[in-house]
């Protein structure tokens, strides 16, 4: 304290570093917003817990052999069947279908807007398509199975009403927007020096785009493509409406055919009491697909990271 | 070698083909969303009425309504709104201005982007054993509204990670230089700036949410609701005899009772149950009986205790239902429950007073459920109702978006750093 007498300069800043110390209430507060930080974490551990939890019991009266490899799914039968299988199957058609639609789709659109559309035109076309991916999916099923399943009976004799095909086709529609808004920033993202090296090698547009900026671009268009592919993979409600309730090994798109999620709400929709192995059967489905989409995700990270190093 | 010429006239035209390409791919889409509308609105527009609004569900498709659906909805988002937008923002400040660059906040990150991606209905079985099985929140408004608030967490976070990062770094050097400590910074100038984006990112996630049905679907939110969530401090009716299915116990086949009957979700403890009985005309005093109760009785065992209270009646319906009424000329009300058989059974208690938030544990539904229910009925009659239902979202969600970009393009023309 006497130092303060001596050196005035010294006083004043300790003066001023005493201000700037961090009070009680400060370091609350960062600390209030970390718990909040660290709440994400604590859903991923909770989903983690959960889909384990309840899917070890069931694990332990089902073997993983005869979970991967029975070719048929009738937990809800007296002929209990438990092999995941069909729904897989379902999963991947109705997703592969879906991806027929959607990734030349989203692709041209997303290389038309990034190379071809005027900029006034690309601000106001944008956000019209990405109200595709704001309907609510439950509409999207109404849409599938009032008018598109009926639409394609027209011209495909004997389709049934609830088939993989419409399911499939209107998921499509939904993920254009993710692909096509992902891949186009993207490729906005592309220097513009490349493009000018090429139109001044005399390159039209078109190969320009698709020799130039489409490969530069290739890992953030494969994150968009990926993520697509994972929202596909856990989409519910089209494929609940419109695929059909019947776990069937099939690739036929004319066919009916469940996926793992439409599986997941036609227990819930059901009583099944807690604690049995048909309420476990959820759990180890949801698991599948949590670890499917986890695969996708994982990979779409890190394509997307990739990406970022590039320029 | 071709002419020069000639090879420019044909990248003019492979440009313009594909020009044409790009214009039909999108007209498609949109054309889609275009069909999409025109087949809602052909089936369900003359099904939108006011009566549409006010009514109850029903069995009979021209008398049905969304009432309870709407209500169900807009009570479902207050608690996804509360829980949602303080939690995103606070842990989008967090990541954006406070935390240090090191594994654990990588690992906060990495974490966000993969819960973005993980599917909603995921989301629902993890609210399903955790929020109902474990913290025993039941099937109730506030589960959904928690499960849908951790869905759209990412959603809020990363729009309000993206809004700080467009304030330039030298409003915040600016700030720090007069002496501003972090927490003055960020609640002063930085959140103030960033209002626009962060609105518009909750906008958009609450849109999202409204539309969800999966999660909700998974933690058991039921289809057929005939009845309000309660309105704080309203009183509650004693029970009549008329009106004995307002006291019927929801399951009770097994024998013994085992522990979480019923919804499975409230364990039933040895208590003591009280029921008051008296005149329905008002005149006249309730006359109060207590019960003894222990987990060990069977249902047969409640219906009896119950029937030999003077005034009323208890019997089993044909399904295994435990279902009380008092005598004609009388009512009654159930209370002092330590047993937690009103819970366990769903039993209604009737009389007192309704608490301030017990709507949030009330069964509910919303309007995506209602509408796939509607769906799902083999009846093609409501299939109309659906597509109303469906107008009904799509105005909500269609309307949100716009409101979205609306305030989007107000912020950008205002903010000029």
């Given at each position: 304290m006497t130092q303060i007498a001596a050196n005035p300069a010294r006083g004043a800043r300790d003066a001023i570093s005493h201000a700037a110390r961090r009070k009680p209430s400060a370091v609350l507060m960062e600390f209030g917003l970390l718990l909040a930080a660290v709440l994400s974490i604590l859903i991923t551990a909770g989903i983690v817990y959960v889909l384990f939890s309840e899917a070890v019991p069931f694990f332990r009266v089902v073997s993983l052999w005869e979970f991967f490899t029975d070719s048929q799914w009738t937990p809800l039968f007296d002929d209990k069947h438990f092999g995941i299988l069909p729904l897989v199957c379902g999963t991947m058609t109705t997703t592969g279908i879906a991806l027929i639609v959607a990734l030349p789709l989203g692709t041209i659109i997303a290389i038309w807007l990034s190379d071809f559309a005027r900029p006034g035109l690309r601000e106001t076309v944008k956000p019209i398509l990405e109200l595709l991916s704001a309907v609510p999916t439950v509409v999207f099923g109404y849409f599938a199975i009032q008018f598109v399943s009926p639409a394609l009976g027209r011209v495909i004799p004997d389709l049934p009403l609830f088939n993989v095909l419409a399911a499939g086709v209107v998921m499509g529609i939904m993920i254009v927007p993710y692909i096509s808004s992902l891949s186009e920033d993207a490729m906005r993202a592309v220097p513009m020096l490349l493009r000018e090296g090429s139109y001044g090698m005399g390159a039209n547009r078109f190969t320009t785009a698709i020799r130039v900026v489409f490969p530069a671009s290739l890992s953030g268009v494969g994150a968009a493509y990926t993520l697509a592919i994972s929202r596909a993979v856990g989409e519910t409600m089209i494929v609940a409406i419109a695929a059909g309730m019947q776990p069937t090994l099939t690739i036929d798109p004319t066919s009916q055919a469940q996926t793992v999620t439409a599986y997941i709400v036609q227990v819930s929709m059901g009583d099944l009491p807690h604690g049995s192995l048909e309420y476990q059967t959820i759990f180890a489905a949801g698991l599948t697909l949590f670890v499917m989409t986890l695969g996708f995700n994982l990979l779409s990270v890190a394509l997307r990271r990739r990406f970022r190093q590039v320029y | 070698?071709?002419?020069?010429?000639?090879?420019?006239?044909?990248?003019?035209?492979?440009?313009?083909?594909?020009?044409?390409?790009?214009?039909?791919?999108?007209?498609?889409?949109?054309?889609?969303?275009?069909?999409?509308?025109?087949?809602?609105?052909?089936?369900?527009?003359?099904?939108?009425?006011?009566?549409?609004?006010?009514?109850?569900?029903?069995?009979?498709?021209?008398?049905?309504?969304?009432?309870?659906?709407?209500?169900?909805?807009?009570?479902?988002?207050?608690?996804?709104?509360?829980?949602?937008?303080?939690?995103?923002?606070?842990?989008?400040?967090?990541?954006?201005?406070?935390?240090?660059?090191?594994?654990?906040?990588?690992?906060?990150?990495?974490?966000?982007?993969?819960?973005?991606?993980?599917?909603?209905?995921?989301?629902?079985?993890?609210?399903?054993?955790?929020?109902?099985?474990?913290?025993?929140?039941?099937?109730?408004?506030?589960?959904?509204?928690?499960?849908?608030?951790?869905?759209?967490?990412?959603?809020?976070?990363?729009?309000?990670?993206?809004?700080?990062?467009?304030?330039?770094?030298?409003?915040?050097?600016?700030?720090?230089?007069?002496?501003?400590?972090?927490?003055?910074?960020?609640?002063?100038?930085?959140?103030?700036?960033?209002?626009?984006?962060?609105?518009?990112?909750?906008?958009?996630?609450?849109?999202?949410?409204?539309?969800?049905?999966?999660?909700?679907?998974?933690?058991?939110?039921?289809?057929?609701?005939?009845?309000?969530?309660?309105?704080?401090?309203?009183?509650?009716?004693?029970?009549?005899?008329?009106?004995?299915?307002?006291?019927?116990?929801?399951?009770?086949?097994?024998?013994?009772?085992?522990?979480?009957?019923?919804?499975?979700?409230?364990?039933?403890?040895?208590?003591?149950?009280?029921?008051?009985?008296?005149?329905?005309?008002?005149?006249?005093?309730?006359?109060?009986?207590?019960?003894?109760?222990?987990?060990?009785?069977?249902?047969?065992?409640?219906?009896?205790?119950?029937?030999?209270?003077?005034?009323?009646?208890?019997?089993?319906?044909?399904?295994?239902?435990?279902?009380?009424?008092?005598?004609?000329?009388?009512?009654?009300?159930?209370?002092?429950?330590?047993?937690?058989?009103?819970?366990?059974?769903?039993?209604?208690?009737?009389?007192?007073?309704?608490?301030?938030?017990?709507?949030?544990?009330?069964?509910?539904?919303?309007?995506?459920?209602?509408m796939f229910n509607w769906l799902s009925t083999p009846d093609e009659a409501f299939a109309k109702n659906a597509a109303a239902a469906g107008l009904l979202l799509m105005a909500v969600t269609l309307g949100m978006n716009g409101a979205a970009i609306f305030v989007r393009a107000r912020m950008r023309r205002r903010i000029k750093w």
């Open positions: - | 070698m071709r002419p020069i010429d000639h090879t420019i006239r044909r990248g003019i035209l492979v440009d313009r083909a594909f020009s044409i390409i790009g214009w039909a791919s999108l007209i498609f889409c949109l054309s889609m969303l275009g069909l999409l509308l025109y087949s809602l609105l052909s089936d369900g527009a003359s099904r939108l009425s006011w009566d549409f609004l006010t009514s109850f569900p029903s069995r009979r498709a021209a008398a049905a309504g969304a009432k309870s659906a709407l209500v169900g909805s807009l009570l479902v988002m207050l608690i996804t709104a509360c829980t949602a937008i303080p939690l995103g923002i606070a842990a989008g400040v967090y990541l954006e201005e406070y935390a240090r660059k090191n594994w654990f906040t990588s690992l906060i990150e990495v974490n966000i982007a993969n819960l973005a991606a993980v599917p909603s209905i995921i989301y629902g079985l993890m609210a399903l054993g955790l929020l109902v099985y474990q913290f025993h929140l039941g099937q109730s408004i506030l589960t959904g509204g928690i499960t849908l608030a951790f869905l759209i967490l990412p959603i809020v976070i990363v729009a309000t990670r993206e809004a700080l990062r467009a304030i330039p770094q030298h409003m915040r050097e600016a700030a720090f230089a007069l002496g501003a400590s972090r927490w003055q910074v960020v609640r002063d100038h930085l959140l103030p700036y960033s209002t626009g984006g962060i609105a518009t990112g909750v906008i958009i996630a609450l849109s999202r949410a409204v539309g969800e049905t999966a999660p909700l679907v998974t933690i058991g939110a039921i289809s057929y609701i005939a009845f309000l969530p309660p309105v704080p401090f309203s009183e509650r009716p004693w029970l009549p005899a008329t009106n004995a299915q307002r006291a019927v116990a929801r399951a009770a086949q097994a024998d013994p009772l085992p522990a979480g009957l019923g919804t499975g979700v409230s364990p039933l403890r040895a208590g003591t149950i009280e029921v008051r009985v008296r005149p329905s005309d008002g005149g006249g005093a309730a006359v109060s009986t207590t019960l003894a109760f222990d987990p060990s009785m069977s249902i047969e065992d409640l219906r009896a205790a119950f029937d030999s209270v003077p005034g009323l009646a208890a019997s089993l319906t044909p399904s295994g239902y435990l279902a009380l009424a008092a005598d004609s000329g009388s009512e009654f009300r159930l209370a002092g429950d330590t047993a937690g058989l009103t819970r366990a059974l769903g039993l209604n208690e009737g009389g007192g007073l309704h608490g301030p938030v017990e709507w949030a544990w009330s069964p509910f539904t919303v309007l995506p459920i209602q």
